[in-house]
């Protein structure tokens, strides 16, 4: 028994201890391409929420930019697309990434889908859901690189009056209290190191993240 | 994050703060429970920039705010981020300040070579808008 739960202290130890280590998923192309640049388009919405994707598209650009790449500022990416007649999110998505690339000159898409974007009421306690779905794809092959499913959500803890709160919504202040959860969200698909998208050039962390040191997964 | 709260007022429209987009930024390094992440960039108001631009439809406070972002990066250890200046060139080409705006485009593509493709590819738009308007002007 002892030898048991010695055992069991060593590897809740490891699991901690390795919170930091690379962990290598299928990032072969990533490592290949090695994207210095990203555009960030404006983002598909699976949501009734009409602001979701402006308030997803607006908080994603400073984070991503301190990850260590260059992206380019998302309100003028957006109007140029306008420029090229994509004015809808749904059709930007289904452009090839190569025509983006000979507007852009970007080395990567980065494909953002707003999945969750509510708000449940339990009784008097209210919770504030947001999940996305992350694909970072290339600009110049059309393979994917990198992509992540991130989900944050909030119990205020707090009596909300669903009436009070539909006011609000006609206001609409609401989406304003989605900010915090979608910056966490953000957080971890670029931060956290299980999913997280490997630092860019820019970053000290870059030759590190990007090099193919660390446990390989083996190829299927 | 649960510490923080937005008042919600039913006759006036609540504006996001700096505080809350300060505290959102603060909290992402500490999500992955590794080392301290020190901000590479600059980002003065580009932040709230982006908000008026995307949400809330508002360029007049976007162009501002942007200007204030770029006068008081002179004072910066830091470099100004990537994609703040032609966010700024773009709202003052609007206003017809083509020379300025042109001038923010090649600063930015000196800044991040990357960029440098979008970058002479507007420039160059923008001199072929010029000289159309200034053809249009002579026939008249």
Request: charged letters at 15%.
């Amino acid at each position: 028994m002892r030898a048991a739960s010695l055992s069991m202290v060593l590897v809740i130890l490891a699991l901690v201890s390795s919170g930091c280590a690379p962990k290598r998923r299928q990032l072969n192309q990533l490592f290949a391409e090695k994207p210095k640049s990203i555009l960030i388009v404006p983002a598909a919405n699976q949501t009734p929420d009409l602001e979701a994707p402006a308030v997803t598209l607006a908080l994603l650009g400073i984070p991503l930019a301190e990850r260590g790449y260059y992206v380019y500022s998302p309100a003028l990416v957006k109007v140029l697309l306008a420029d090229m007649g994509l004015t809808e999110a749904g059709l930007v998505h289904q452009v090839p990434p190569q025509r983006l690339n000979e507007e852009f000159g970007a080395d990567a898409i980065l494909f953002v889908r707003v999945e969750d974007w509510s708000t449940k009421y339990l009784g008097i306690y209210s919770s504030v859901t947001v999940r996305f779905a992350y694909e970072l794809v290339s600009a110049r092959t059309g393979e994917l690189l990198w992509s992540a499913r991130t989900t944050a959500s909030s119990d205020s803890g707090v009596s909300l009056n669903p009436i009070a709160m539909a006011i609000s919504a006609a206001v609409h202040a609401v989406s304003q209290s989605y900010v915090p959860l979608v910056g966490r969200a953000h957080g971890v698909a670029l931060y956290n190191p299980s999913v997280n998208l490997p630092a860019g050039h820019r970053h000290e962390a870059h030759a590190l993240e990007y090099s193919a040191v660390g446990p390989v997964q083996p190829e299927p | 994050m649960n510490g923080i709260s937005i008042s919600r007022g039913c006759s006036e429209r609540v504006r996001l703060t700096p505080v809350v987009f300060v505290l959102v930024a603060l909290a992402l390094p500490f999500l992955s429970g590794c080392a301290t992440v020190q901000p590479t960039y600059f980002w003065g108001s580009y932040q709230q920039a982006v908000w008026n631009r995307l949400v809330e439809n508002n360029d007049e406070a976007a162009l501002e705010q942007l200007h204030e972002t770029l006068l008081a990066s002179d004072k910066q250890p830091l470099p100004l981020g990537p994609g703040i200046r032609p966010e700024l060139a773009y709202l003052l080409y609007q206003q017809g300040k083509h020379a300025q705006a042109v001038s923010l485009l090649e600063a930015e593509a000196s800044a991040f070579p990357e960029s440098e493709f979008l970058m002479s590819r507007i420039t160059t738009e923008i001199a072929r808008r010029q000289s159309n308007s200034a053809a249009i002007k002579g026939d008249r």
